[in-house]
RNA sequence: GCGGGCGUGGCGGAACUGGUAGACGCGCAAGAUUUAGGUUCUUGUAUCGAAAGGUGUGGGGGUUCAAGUCCCUUCGCCCGCACCA
């Protein structure tokens, strides 16, 4: 294939090794991209064609399976395959065949092995006399390792497979009591100079073997290739080199960056709409000066991707990033997207980092330092009869039945995926926001599920929060106006503490829930402080000055999720400033400390009554206070065993 | 096949280092207000049971005074990669 190639093979090891660094990264992600990079150890092993002067290089994980080797297998696309083509026609149209059968869709056949037995021989490496055939097979990628095997079908699923359907040896060189083929570890049997050894010790015996023979050594292979970063269309950053007859591939000197793409494009045409461009692609070969041709080709839009959250660092036109700026925003604190870019989008930005540090633009290595990766919201798929997708807002439900809302005929009901466009099954939030608000909109939200999670989307509920907000409005404007006093009063009573303990708490929660991107339970947090904040007013009126104070802290906790109505109601209540100016409450430990403390009186670790005492009471005294309880007593048939009491939590009697 | 995740009421989901399972909400039920419906308010709502009490975090087993949480095993679902030698 024809393009342009960004060597991100080179970073490979370093790309690898530094994912364990990233500890606020989901641990999802980083294997995803350990397993992209997919780095294995093993050894490359050279096996000589009888009766010919040329060699096969196999990789392997497994060389301590060696003496278990019963056939050779090459990828179609192997230099040796074409070469048997030439003079082979059958192995040509075996070839031919694997290329049509990639290139349809694979996973029909996927299952099924097909492999041309070539008249090519090789000799096994220790076995003297031992002959192995080479077959051409179709399940040999020609891009990972060197694109040739051997087969030990005893400890290999495909080879075994591959053997058994063209009747080739099945030598077990491993000790197992287990069905063939096994893929274990083990004791070493038939194997030469590698019997009774363990398969770690198999392995380097073997290839120190070979090493010493001169005929392999060890090996590491990465599943990893390198970037394709050309693309045959107008939209993307044009590829900045120039083809030049004499000087050959020429890159354009900075000076005469960015190339600008033209705007007098028309897309009516097949093919690339830059090369059939009429004069763009002309230009002067920046060496010799002689008439020239641009690259038409343009690259991938992760290419701009990779670096555009480091120049949004700085808006200076004339440089793509200053150094300042860098070193003062780089590396993103928090970044956000979706699980569907953990290897592609996330592995390249990394790379470019990387890549940028080594030409000394930035001093940066990993881009972002936290990682959250949202779920997708997901709904229910809605088709006509005749196989048209519709919205689900075109759907009516009638007896657990789904009905066109204007025809009235039945609807088929799909799966629930991920919204699409294509599929239709989207729901707009517009009309959410127009019938409820967008602060509304957002707490619904924000009140469902925890981000990181995929969801169904639901609109039941959002009722819901439209009636707290309604209920919060009417509590907020029903307190006298202006009054901003935010000091408390002297002596507080018991009740006034406990609110201020349960506000405190709801500080800690939700800074805490926020903090930790689990807005759900911040949500339910805010709710249940005004639920007790509520219910506080009812019963102490007359107490405005706590109540207002309470009021204005709550409605810093909730001016995230509701900005606007947290705005009004604010200005309702202090008309000094704008709430987005205040600070986030602080937690007061002074009124979180109680005095007096739940405590679950256990029997045989069943809860049988729960006594409030004196907070770090005695053992003693909490056994005492614990024994005076009638439900405890009338389970405590023996003397206890045993008492277990853990101060301030729990106290369980052992009978 | 490999890798990752998940499984808790009718539903969405809570539960800090093992220590009162079901927070918060949706839904539902009953009642109050209302001339109807809606709104609003109160109460209830895991499950079996009249109660006492029993049972419950996909199933089975284990560790522990104590398990949603730790260990083993098994089932189911979702996502990613997929003939990677």
């Known amino acids: 294939m024809n393009g342009w190639f960004l060597k991100?093979?080179?970073?490979?090891?370093?790309?690898?090794?530094?994912?364990?660094?990233?500890?606020?990264?989901?641990?999802?992600?980083?294997?995803?991209?350990?397993?992209?990079?997919?780095?294995?150890?093993?050894?490359s092993i050279k096996f000589f064609i009888e009766n010919s002067s040329d060699h096969i290089e196999i990789f392997t994980t497994r060389p301590d399976t060696i003496f278990g080797a019963s056939f050779i297998a090459?990828?179609?696309?192997?230099?040796?395959?074409?070469?048997?083509?030439?003079?082979?026609?059958?192995?040509?149209?075996?070839?031919?065949?694997?290329e049509n059968q990639s290139n349809k869709e694979i996973d029909i056949e996927k299952a099924d092995k097909h492999g041309y037995e070539t008249n090519l021989l090789v000799s096994h490496p220790f076995k003297k006399n031992v002959k192995l055939k080479i077959f051409i097979a179709n399940f040999i990628l020609m891009d990972y390792g060197t694109g040739a095997i051997f087969g030990c079908p005893a400890h290999d699923q495909r080879d075994y497979d591959f053997a058994k359907k063209y009747s080739l040896d099945i030598l077990p060189v491993i000790q197992t009591e287990e069905n063939l083929p096994y893929t274990g570890d083990g004791i070493h049997i038939n194997s030469g100079f590698l019997d009774n050894l363990n398969t770690k010790d198999a392995i380097k015996f073997c290839i120190d073997k070979l090493r010493k023979l001169n005929i392999g050594e060890e090996k590491i292979s990465y599943r990893i290739r390198d970037w394709g970063?050309?693309?045959?269309?107008?939209?993307?950053?044009?590829?900045?080199?120039?083809?030049?007859?004499?000087?050959?591939?020429?890159?354009?000197?900075?000076?005469?960056?960015?190339?600008?793409?033209?705007?007098?494009?028309?897309?009516?045409?097949?093919?690339?709409?830059?090369?059939?461009?009429?004069?763009?692609?002309?230009?002067?070969?920046?060496?010799?000066?002689?008439?020239?041709?641009?690259?038409t080709d343009t690259f991938d839009t992760f290419f701009e991707s990779s670096w555009y959250f480091a120049r949004f660092t700085d808006l200076n036109p004339k440089k793509a990033f200053t150094e300042e700026a860098i070193k003062y925003w780089m590396p993103v604190d928090q970044y956000i997207g979706g699980v569907e870019h953990a290897v592609m989008h996330l592995l390249y930005s990394r790379f470019f980092m990387r890549a940028l540090k080594r030409v000394n633009t930035i001093d940066v290595e990993e881009p972002f330092i936290s990682l959250q990766t949202q779920g997708m919201v997901c709904h229910q798929t809605f088709k006509t009869k005749k196989q048209k997708w519709l919205f689900p807002n075109e759907i009516f439900k009638k007896d657990n039945m789904f009905f066109h809302l204007n025809t009235k005929e039945p609807v088929e009901a799909g799966r629930i995926e991920k919204m699409s466009k294509s599929k239709k099954n989207v729901v707009d939030p517009q009309q959410i926001i127009e019938n409820f608000g967008a602060d509304t909109a957002r707490f619904f939200m924000l009140s469902d599920s925890p981000p990181n999670r995929d969801m169904e989307w639901s609109n039941s509920g959002i009722e819901g929060s439209w009636r707290f907000l309604n209920k919060l409005w009417k509590f907020v404007q029903g307190l006298p106006k202006g009054i901003s006093n935010d000091k408390l009063p002297l002596n507080l009573s018991n009740n006034q503490k406990e609110l201020l303990k349960i506000l405190n708490e709801s500080i800690m929660e939700t800074t805490k829930a926020i903090d930790e991107f689990h807005f759900n339970i911040a949500v339910a947090s805010v709710r249940s402080l005004f639920n007790y904040l509520y219910t506080y007013k009812i019963k102490n009126d007359v107490d405005k000055t706590l109540i207002i104070y309470v009021t204005k802290k709550f409605l810093i906790l909730i001016n995230p999720m509701v900005p606007h109505l947290a705005e009004e109601l604010w200005d309702h209540l202090a008309k000094e400033q704008i709430i987005a100016n205040q600070s986030w409450p602080k937690v007061d430990l002074n009124y979180m400390q109680k005095d007096r403390q739940k405590m679950p009186i256990q029997v045989n670790g069943k809860v049988r009554a729960v006594i409030e005492i004196p907070i770090n009471s005695t053992k003693k005294d909490i056994e005492r206070i614990a024994l005076r309880e009638k439900n405890v007593l009338k389970f405590l048939i023996n003397k206890p065993k045993k008492v277990i009491i853990i101060p301030n939590r729990v106290i369980n009697f052992v009978i």
Not at 23 to 29: A, D, G, I
Not at 78 to 97: P, S, T, W
Not at 251 to 257: A, H, K
Not at 261 to 289: A, E, R, V
Request: charge should be positive.
């Open 74 to 98: 090459i990828s179609p696309q192997h230099r040796l395959a074409k070469k048997i083509a030439k003079k082979d026609f059958k192995a040509a149209d075996f070839i031919k065949f694997c």
């Open 229 to 295: 970063v050309s693309r045959q269309r107008y939209w993307g950053c044009p590829i900045p080199i120039i083809f030049c007859n004499d000087c050959g591939e020429v890159p354009v000197p900075e000076e005469q960056l960015p190339i600008y793409l033209p705007n007098d494009i028309t897309f009516d045409k097949k093919g690339n709409p830059l090369d059939y461009h009429p004069t763009w692609k002309h230009t002067k070969c920046p060496i010799c000066h002689k008439k020239a041709v641009r690259e």
């Open 8 to 43: 991100i093979s080179d970073f490979a090891d370093e790309l690898l090794n530094e994912i364990d660094s990233l500890s606020e990264w989901p641990e999802k992600v980083k294997t995803m991209q350990k397993n992209w990079i997919g780095k294995s150890f093993g050894a």
